[in-house]
């Protein structure tokens, strides 16, 4: 019988396999299927991803409040996770509704960390600051706006740092649903996010395997020089799809209702693992469609109501006629959250 090979050289091996190479390994036996496993468990660790920027005890920490305040890591962090490697003097940038922002600040002081305003205002007055995005909506659904400067449904930015050596961390409130956030970044690759129990790519086989981003118009500084720091970094940065590749089903980009989590994710178990609430940020659904010169259009209304602890994205009005009923019935703070996720997991599985 063969000999297992160590751990050593299976790492060295998989680290260059594609994500679609991992599964056609991982399938073509029940030895290759563990071994990829292993693998899995060892180069996607989410204390290895954090650890220069907090201590073991304190990523567990983090977790928790992950999964309290459904914050999560996205931009460059996050796409660094997927692909196995690390960007010289990156940030960590969290995202999180503005509503739970001094649950989080208040932690970030408490384990070292020192705010630095952009100006000269106080953290105080900071975290009371909020920049124009917010709706006073008179339904349960409504349509997102922008939030200008720093882009869409941004409410504001706090930066921390720690020295010797320096990190930063940049603290991202949402007006509403994070999530919001993430589908008008500047292209797709880094439209992937990391909460307190696994991690998601939302465009997965353009970004890992066709090393192809589509590029996204929206608001916000700096737009075109963050899409070419990622050409530099091995990614094409595509404008517009053909006639032909909108009305593919084999595109990367297939047009239609998604959720995070969805066929067309690639979704990661994290480890290792912690015994707290499956997170709630597959309740968010967005439409893909494209206008008539090709251009992608990310299509969705927010949800936002009293008895539900946060906000979350809708892309179809046939998901917000599912769940309208339930948001009137005599929950409990906090239990209504929940309750929409299990009735979209049955939506799912049986329509």
Request: aromatic fraction near 14%.
């Amino acid at each position: 019988m063969a000999r297992s090979l160590p751990s050593t050289t299976d790492d060295v091996f998989m680290s260059v396999l594609s994500p679609k190479d991992l599964v056609s390994f991982a399938r073509s036996c029940h030895a290759h299927r563990d071994r990829v496993k292993a693998y899995t468990c060892r180069a996607f660790n989410v204390e290895k991803l954090l650890k220069n920027y907090f201590t073991t005890l304190e990523v567990h920490y983090f977790r928790y409040l992950q999964s309290r305040t459904q914050m999560f890591i996205s931009g460059s962090t996050a796409l660094q996770f997927f692909e196995r490697i690390e960007y010289p003097n990156s940030d960590l940038d969290i995202y999180v509704e503005h509503r739970y922002r001094e649950t989080v600040v208040e932690w970030l002081l408490h384990i070292g960390y020192e705010f630095k305003s952009r100006g000269d205002t106080s953290l105080e007055e900071e975290l009371k600051f909020t920049f124009p995005g917010f709706v006073t909506q008179t339904t349960a659904l409504f349509e997102s706006t922008s939030a200008g400067y720093f882009g869409r449904g941004v409410a504001n930015v706090y930066n921390f740092y720690k020295y010797y050596p320096e990190r930063k961390i940049q603290l991202i409130t949402c007006h509403h649903a994070p999530l919001e956030v993430v589908l008008n970044f500047h292209s797709t690759c880094v439209m992937n996010l990391i909460t307190h129990d696994k991690a998601y790519a939302l465009y997965p086989k353009a970004t890992f395997e066709e090393r192809q981003s589509l590029v996204y118009s929206t608001e916000g500084v700096k737009q075109d020089s963050a899409r070419k720091k990622y050409v530099t970094r091995g990614w094409t940065m595509v404008e517009h799809l053909s006639p032909a590749e909108v009305n593919s089903d084999r595109t990367a980009f297939k047009s239609g209702l998604r959720h995070v989590g969805d066929s067309l994710s690639w979704t990661i178990d994290l480890f290792p693992e912690m015994r707290l609430s499956e997170s709630f940020i597959r309740t968010n659904t967005w439409t893909l469609c494209f206008d008539p010169e090709g251009g992608p259009l990310m299509k969705f209304e927010i949800l936002l109501f009293k008895k539900l602890a946060f906000s979350y994205l809708i892309g179809d009005r046939d998901v917000y006629s599912y769940l309208r009923p339930s948001l009137f019935l005599n929950a409990m703070p906090g239990k209504l959250d929940a309750d929409i996720s299990l009735l979209l997991q049955w939506k799912r599985r049986y329509q």
